[in-house]
């Protein structure tokens, strides 16, 4: 069983950065698939980012796409979400995921483990 806790979350004003991250225990997830998601108020949990296995590939939200960033460190056990340029938009609560399979998806309804969220609210 993986646990995940993201943290990092916070206000920051529109135009700022921010990192998130994600940390997990109870095993290794070098061979996961680990994503962020997004939820704001009333709106569907929506596809941020991921990356796959190992850190061979990423994929972004066209809405996030050249203004955020997905790492991951495996010596850690910890993933990451750099944001810049925020925008009001991106106010929601960001939760990371993590999907076992060899499969790469950005449907959240695939991963299996999931965090309790971290809040980031942009200020405009």
């Known amino acids: 069983q993986v646990q995940l806790v993201e943290s990092g979350g916070g206000l920051v004003q529109a135009g700022d950065s921010l990192i998130v991250s994600c940390a997990a225990s109870?095993?290794?997830?070098?061979?996961?698939?680990m994503g962020w998601f997004r939820q704001a108020p009333g709106k569907e949990r929506e596809f941020v980012a991921l990356?796959?296995?190992?850190?061979?590939?990423?994929y972004y939200a066209d809405s996030v796409k050249g203004r955020f960033s997905i790492s991951r460190d495996n010596r850690k056990n910890t993933v990451y979400l750099q944001m810049d340029s925020l925008k009001p938009e991106d106010t929601a609560v960001y939760y990371c995921?993590?999907?076992?399979?060899?499969?790469?998806?950005?449907?959240?309804?695939?991963?299996?483990?999931w965090g309790q969220g971290t809040q980031v609210t942009v200020s405009s």
């Open positions: 109870g095993r290794t997830i070098t061979t996961y698939s």
């Open positions: 995921a993590g999907d076992p399979t060899i499969y790469v998806t950005t449907d959240y309804r695939n991963y299996a483990y």
């Open positions: 990356i796959t296995r190992i850190g061979l590939s990423t």
